[in-house]
């Protein structure tokens, strides 16, 4: 009976793929799993119908190396891609760029795939597959994408070579294991040139302007649920390594964007400035606190530092400036990793004379908005009229009402601060230091909103402390006579623990929508977790600071603490040769030193003959023992007689040795030959 | 231009590396000084894009770029020592290679011998030499083991002729190098000059007239003997051959004939007509060679100094051939 009709269809198929496939396109369908290798890393991120042509091509480039197909004509090929190349074109307003030029460079390898011919076009396939790997690392140069990387790598390496081969073809896995091993063979040499070659920092022309895409980070303004969002976000937003003790977490404040303006819902930088080169004034106490940040790329200028920074930090090709308001701004967007050492004194006065006209600036609020909140300031102001009482009045308004600490607030309305204050008694540091700065303003204190980050948590694996995006903050400063703009912390009046210890140990981290609360101080099995990503941190912040910013600083720190006192690029390639050599040396040495192995009768033996050689008496080619003992025993050897007798016993017992019955004692041949040889000097 | 430029440069370097054309005898040690390496085509690429990988690192401050791009250079750095270990340390030496009529093919067998404890493949082998046609060969020789090749080149001259110069080169692993060596093989072949083509009969009617007698030798049956090496096919006494039982001892046995013995049957060069040419004649004299060892005439041979009695068999075919070869001997 015949069986259902799928398996019969199927058979001719399973046939064809079970078959040993032939040389030809073993070795193409090799090329095309590597060129999916090296394309797949950059599907992530170009648009969707680029994906799907390169998809279909590759299936139509399977397909007719499968089937032994011919290729397509040109007749056919040029025009389709001249459409995708103009498509390209008018997807990205422009073929130039990086976007425009990654999946140019896409498409150009797919196209080539269908268009290989000579054994030349196999190399400008693999070349323009490495240019692809490269553009890989625009995207991503994590750990994961180095690996994926290395593996990309070996799958070239084992294409490249499995088109070499003329005769006997080893299998898959030997061919795979040699592409393995010359990139095994290349890792050291590789990590010295990394370390050593002469690095020049770069960009060496204008970088396209799509270069940088969104990141996420603090923005410029707050409105509703801005760093709430944040706080949601895993994500590091700089390291610290402090070559002093750190300071103990409450006091742990970095300062980002000062906030002074305020439309009723969102606040902003104060756009007016009187006299933008009026002096900061900073009264300092007690000794600066030294430590090193590594801020991730944000595409945005600020940079982060612990109140209060003595100077800007010095960064490399991008100069940096404190703001008006003493925030710390570059003068270009950070797109990479940028590493500063800074200083900062925990207790100081700023600005503590300040003239009226300035702090009239940060009266300002906007008309027509919360008159329950300015009824309340009113109310408080009638009680005192002294700034500072005032504001420890307002804290204890907070401590005492039934304020809630919470990241997902009720949705507020227009009043915003009024229904915060009045109403809802829940939010987050946002609403707390907007609700405050107008409660201040109102009553008459000049009040402005600072965003940044609050914490950090020391990461036990390597010592760096870890600031990350859930750690945003936003508190206030207010003004007051004589002591200048003095840091109040509203939420630390609801929420002390916020500030004390860790935002989720605040928060109960839930998952799956709060159906599971995650406890971390009972549950062993998320402490581990917990101690699992430290030490994962710990490899990135390693992986981040040692081979992603390795930048020419950190190669003169290195040569520095070699022991060489100048670092400049003679010292370089003196120590860059050197190094390649002894490494070379040590890689390559073993592999010419496989000379073959004799067994240990054979190995005396080709000491005599090499012996008698030097003597004149080589053993021809033809000559077996006994014949070459004949020919230098008889009278007209050139050997000295005593010689000659010595000769032909040792090659008698070679001879027994070699062809005679098997002696039981190996060793004992051996060794009776030795000293047989011996005498043969 | 520029490639007429590199075809002078390459055709400058052969002539440099050839200047010693000494015959290595016995076997030969690619020593690694022997062995030459430089990149290819598409290595010279690789060098190219190696380059624009790293412009393209600095420019964009790629760490990881860098870091690729280093590797990639290391393994080519890598790719250059195994393609030269692929083919240095090889020990190589010439093999048997049988005599060929001129106009033919003369084939040479050559030995790699691979004393390492690991394989090579993709060597290939040609002839190099001024008009000598470009086939290579291409071999794979396992770990501690020999393989052999057989090449050939065209033998137009009769006489000895040695092997050419042969070129031995390689691009295994990555195709990025090549590494190349030449040797000279201890190895000559024996060209036997060409048969002439529709030469005339065998002369066998001239010594039917002188004497009025058949063909010389055959005519009557003397009896059998024990086959000799060198007995025609055709005389093979099949019928007592198919008596005797070769199980009880019985051999090959051929019928030999007497009378008619004196009447010899001579191939001589002198006999040639006087207006041929000495080529020619040599030419005439290896086709009835050949035709007289086809039918199986027994045939004496005279030449010059060498004059052989009437006989058949390879080894008279070959002295004979010999002879022809080297006429006049010097």
Partial sequence: MEKSGAPSLMRPFMRRITQPLSRDKSDTLLLLATCVLVLAPHAGHLPAWIVAACSAILLWRGWVTFRGHRMPSRNLLVPIAVLTMAAVYWHYKTIFGREAGVAMLVLLLTFKLLEMHARRDLFVVLFLGFFLVLASFFYSQSIGAALMTIAATVAILTTQLSFQYTGVVPPFAQRLRLGAFILLLAAPLTLVLFLLFPRIQGPLWGMPVDAQSARTGLSDNMSPGAISRLAQSDDIAFRAKFVDPPPPKSRLYWRGPVLGSYNGRTWTPLQVRLKTNRPIVIKSHGTPLRYQVTLEPSNQRWLFALELPQTPPVLRDNASAFGPNLELLASSPINERVRYDAASVLDFELQPQESATALRLWLDLPQGFNPRTRELAATLRKRSSDNAEMVNAVLRFFREEKFRYTLEPPVLGTHAVDEFLFDTRAGFCEHYSSAFVVLMRAMGIPARVVTGYQGGEINPADGYMTIRQSDAHAWAEVWLANRGWVRVDPTAAVSPARIEMNLTSVIPRRTLGGLITLDAGQNSWLAKWQALRQNWDAVTNAWNQWVLNYTPDKQRSLIQSLGFDSADWRTLTGLLAVAASIVLAIVVLPLMWNRPQFDPVEAVYRTLCRRMARLGCARLAHEGPRAWRDRLSASDSPLAPERRAAVARFLDSYERARYGTMSKDASAVVSNLKSLLAECR | ?330
Avoid at chain 2, 170 to 190: C, E, H, I, K, M
């Fill in chain 2, 1 to 330: 231009m520029l490639s007429a430029l590199e075809h002078q440069f390459r055709k400058r370097a052969s002539k440099w590396l050839m200047r010693s054309r000494e015959v290595e005898p016995g076997e030969v040690f690619l020593h690694q000084r022997r062995v030459y390496i430089m990149p290819t085509h598409p290595g010279l690429m690789f060098c190219v894009m190696l380059f624009v990988l790293f412009i393209g690192a600095i420019n964009y401050n790629i760490s990881l770029g860098f870091g690729f791009t280093f590797l990639l250079a290391a393994c080519a750095l890598i790719d250059m020592h195994l393609t030269f270990r692929n083919l240095a340390h090889l020990s190589l030496s010439a093999g048997r290679a049988a005599p060929v009529f001129a106009g033919e093919d003369a084939q040479f067998e050559l030995h790699l011998i691979n004393r390492r404890k690991h394989g090579r493949y993709a060597i290939w082998l040609d002839f190099v030499g001024e008009g000598l046609p470009n086939v290579d060969q291409a071999a794979d020789v396992a770990a501690l083991s020999t393989h052999s090749v057989v090449l050939s080149t065209p033998a137009r001259q009769r006489g000895w002729l040695a092997a050419p110069r042969v070129r031995l080169q390689t691009r295994f692993p990555l195709g990025l190098l090549r590494a190349w060596s030449y040797w000279q093989p201890d190895a000559r072949v024996l060209v036997y000059p060409q048969p002439e083509e529709n030469a005339p009969p065998l002369p066998l009617s001239e010594a039917e007239k002188k004497d009025g007698q058949g063909q010389a030798g055959q005519d009557d049956f003397a009896g059998i003997r024990n086959y000799q090496a060198g007995d025609s096919l055709k005389r093979l006494a099949w019928r007592q051959i198919a008596k005797l039982d070769v199980d009880l001892g019985g051999a090959l046995v051929t019928k030999y004939f007497e009378g008619g013995a004196a009447v010899e049957f001579a191939l001589d060069f002198d006999r040639l007509p006087n207006r041929l040419d000495q080529e020619l004649k040599l030419s005439r004299m290896t086709r009835w060679v050949i035709e007289a060892e086809a039918r199986g005439v027994p045939y004496a041979f005279r030449l010059g100094d060498t004059v052989l009695t009437a006989a058949l068999g390879p080894a008279h075919r070959e002295a004979c051939l010999h002879a022809l070869a080297m006429y006049p001997e010097t």
